[in-house]
């Protein structure tokens, strides 16, 4: 499974900015599909993902400001991003868990400016 992210960049504080992780294979195949980043000095941590059931998670801190979508037909993965801190500064991950086996994408930077 090769996994592709996209649409980092440098934003102000309370701006959006949309991720979008473009995979060889659909969404929908996947066991689990979701989005990790890792801050400086910091363990890779879970932002959101789909688990096999199709349900999502995310982590306490992006409730209600992140959202992660998919679309199996582009079998792309997406994580729109709104009223961004600075501790949202980090490189996203897109990750994919396909038969057991784990399936990491070269990540995308995140810079929040306060």
């Known amino acids: 499974v090769q996994l592709q992210a996209s649409g980092g960049g440098l934003v102000q504080a309370g701006g959006s900015l949309n991720l979008s992780c473009a995979a060889s294979?659909?969404?929908?195949?996947?066991?689990?599909m979701g989005w990790y980043r890792q801050a400086p000095e910091k363990e890779r941590e879970l932002v959101a993902r789909?688990?096999?059931?199709?349900?999502?998670i995310y982590t306490d801190s992006v409730k209600g400001r992140f959202t992660i979508s998919r679309d199996n037909a582009k079998k792309t993965l997406y994580l729109q991003m709104n009223r961004l801190n600075t501790e949202d500064t980090a490189v996203y991950y897109c990750?994919?868990?396909?038969?057991?086996?784990?399936?990491w994408g070269k990540g995308t930077l995140v810079t929040v400016s306060s």
């Open positions: 990750y994919a868990r396909w038969y057991g086996l784990d399936f």
């Open positions: 294979l659909s969404p929908f195949s996947m066991n689990a």
């Open positions: 789909f688990n096999s059931a199709g349900s999502t």
